[in-house]
């Protein structure tokens, strides 16, 4: 079984920034992707951010050019780096460690809230 912790979330001024964290535990053999979604009041919960094991990522368009997703194999831990950060940047931000392969392999972490003020 895989647990995953996430980190690093709070409140911040517009323009600011944050970077979060989320670190995996267990056997994550047939992982080959991680992710962070976001899920504001209200709305559903979308992607923000994706990395592939061969590394290539992909981010929502609200986002990019801003925040910047990467990893570190040895620490089994994804990060997302968030600058200038706006208002609407607010929601809880969700890490996600699964296979494009494997459909029973998908773990979610607990959330992590990110407020943005104005």
């Known amino acids: 079984q895989v647990q995953l912790v996430e980190s690093g979330g709070g409140l911040v001024q517009a323009g600011g920034s944050l970077r979060l964290s989320c670190a995996a535990s267990?056997?994550?053999?047939?992982?080959?992707?991680m992710g962070w979604y976001r899920q504001a009041p209200g709305k559903q919960r979308e992607l923000v951010a994706d990395?592939?094991?061969?590394?290539?990522?992909n981010y929502a368009d609200s986002v990019k050019g801003r925040f910047t997703i990467s990893r570190d194999n040895a620490k089994n831990t994804v990060y997302l780096q968030m600058n200038s950060l706006k208002p609407e940047d607010t929601a809880v931000y969700y890490c996600?460690?699964?296979?494009?392969?494997?459909?029973?392999?998908?773990?979610w972490g607990q959330g992590t809230q990110v407020t943005v003020s104005s």
């Open positions: 996600r460690f699964y296979s494009d392969y494997f459909k029973s392999s998908d773990y």
């Open positions: 267990g056997s994550i053999f047939s992982i080959n992707a």
């Open positions: 990395i592939r094991s061969g590394g290539s990522t």
